[in-house]
T-cell receptor, first 117, second 113 residues
Framework: NAGVMQNPRHLVRRRGQEARLRCSPMKGHSHVYWYRQLPEEGLKFMVYLQKENIIDESGMPKERFSAEFPKEGPSILRIQQVVRGDSAAYFC???????????????FGAGTRLSVL | DQQVKQNSPSLSVQEGRISILNCDYTNSMFDYFLWYKKYPAEGPTFLISISSIKDKNEDGRFTVFLNKSAKHLSLHIVPSQPGDSAVYFCAAIPTGANSKLTFGKGITLSVRP
């Protein structure tokens, strides 16, 4: 059973370009989460999605960032017109439909390291 | 506003000894806590969790203790092994929520052979 797959592992963009980060959840998982980690910081929640629905986007910047999890295919985190401050590691996590004590254990991918030149 | 605090950035322990990693939180609405371990260039790996209805949870060499009145939890690793060297993140989820992990900044554990 493959884990959470993220690609690309490394992405270099120039200021003003678009970045697309992909995440395929673990088999059988229907919940996807995106987190961002800046240097020397912990992971910060961005968005929580289920198939075709955004459940919680309270951590998403208001502009330039969007996320989707279509019925078919991977979840995509899209950053338009990237700026240097977007340089970070972006981690995707997934969890199964069931819960333990009402909570989901989230399993993480290896991340995409975005560098904006 | 750092709601989950891991105040010690690093810890060095001799192989075979106990490692104690501490975590404090400020949000009294947190009712579920998790520890993740992260190697360089990899994603966080789930280690162990604890619900606020318990004060201890054990899984092999890993034990998590929760002191709700002090808003403090700790991860004990015994005996420590060189392969345990990694960054350890404490994370929390609030009551009524099923997502949105709030992470601390992490503690770098080094286990000396």
């Amino acid at each position: 059973n493959a884990g959470v797959m993220q690609n690309p592992r490394h992405l270099v963009r120039r200021r003003g370009q678009e970045a697309r980060l992909r995440c395929s959840p673990m088999k059988g998982h229907s919940h996807v989460y995106w987190y961002r980690q800046l240097p020397e910081e912990g992971l910060k929640f961005m968005v929580y999605l289920q198939k075709e629905n955004i459940i919680d986007e309270s951590g998403m910047p208001k502009e330039r960032f969007s996320a989707e999890f279509p019925k078919e295919g991977p979840s995509i985190l899209r950053i338009q017109q990237v700026v240097r401050g977007d340089s970070a590691a972006y981690f995707c996590a997934s969890s199964p439909p069931g819960t333990i004590l009402g909570k989901n254990i989230q399993y993480f991918g290896a991340g995409t390291r975005l560098s904006v030149l | 506003d750092q709601q989950v605090k891991q105040n010690s950035p690093s810890l060095s322990v001799q192989e075979g000894r106990i490692s104690i990693l501490n975590c404090d939180y400020t949000n009294s609405m947190f009712d579920y806590f998790l520890w993740y371990k992260k190697y360089p260039a990899e994603g966080p790996t789930f280690l162990i969790s604890i619900s606020s209805i318990k004060d201890k949870n054990e899984d092999g060499r890993f034990t998590v203790f929760l002191n709700k009145s002090a808003k403090h939890l700790s991860l004990h690793i015994v005996p420590s092994q060189p392969g345990d060297s990694a960054v350890y993140f404490c994370a929390a989820i609030p009551t009524g929520a099923n997502s949105k992990l709030t992470f601390g900044k992490g503690i770098t554990l080094s286990v000396r052979p």
